[in-house]
Nanobody
Framework: QVQLVESGGGLVQAGGSLRLSCKAS????????MGWFRQAPGKGREFVAA????????FYADSVKGRFTISRDNIEDTVYLQMPNLKPEDTAIYYC????????????????????WGQGTQVTVSS
């Protein structure tokens, strides 16, 4: 079992920045590709960003490409999502997720690919 705990959410004004963290416990994240998803009020959960086991490959949703950056520290078993230049439409609960994989370079953009989920952290961007 992998337990994931997100932190770093909050209330910011448009144009502001946040850095989300996702700390794992129970097992090392070395065997897992990781992803960030978000769910806005009244909407389904959507893909935001993904990173491979090795950290060498990343992939982003079009809505955040060029703004957000996903990274990981396999020694600290932590994954990050750097979010500069936030917009009101980024308001959502943000979830991190872990997908067990044998492939160092593979990334997973689909919800069904993931085995473990955190409880989420709220990000609110005011206009």
């Amino acid at each position: 079992q992998v337990q994931l705990v997100e932190s770093g959410g909050g209330l910011v004004q448009a144009g502001g920045s946040l850095r989300l963290s996702c700390k794992a416990s129970g097992r090392t994240l070395n065997n897992y590709a990781m992803g960030w998803f978000r769910q806005a009020p009244g909407k389904g959960r959507e893909f935001v960003a993904a990173i491979s086991r090795s950290g060498d490959s990343t992939f982003y949703a079009d809505s955040v490409k060029g703004r957000f950056t996903i990274s990981r520290d396999n020694i600290e078993d932590t994954v990050y999502l750097q979010m500069p230049n936030l917009k009101p439409e980024d308001t959502a609960i943000y979830y991190c997720a872990a997908a067990q994989t044998y492939y160092n370079g593979r990334i997973y953009p689909k919800l069904n690919d993931y085995d473990y989920w955190g409880q989420g952290t709220q990000v609110t961007v005011s206009s």
